[in-house]
């Protein structure tokens, strides 16, 4: 396989797991906004602590994205 397929398949591969972790991510501050008053305290806070994970995630995600593109700019 070549470089240039690995990179590519890596790509696809990142862009899958974004998909996910936005979905997630979108799921979850939906969750929140909907049930503020059903639910205990902590349970909120574990949620809004994953909103910040899965968030920090989708930006890590991202930007190896990007990163992988401009490496196979520059081939």
Not at 33 to 52: D, E, H, K, Q, R
Not at 54 to 74: D, N, W, Y
């Amino acid at each position: 396989m070549s470089e240039l397929d690995h990179l590519r398949e890596e790509i696809a591969y990142l862009k899958f797991w974004l998909g996910i972790f936005v979905v997630t991510d979108i799921s979850l501050a939906g969750w929140l906004i909907s049930s503020p008053g059903t639910v205990p305290t902590y349970t909120i806070l574990f949620a809004v602590c994953g909103l910040i994970l899965l968030s920090a995630g989708i930006v890590f995600l991202h930007r190896r994205i990007e990163h992988r593109i401009s490496t196979i700019k520059e081939l």
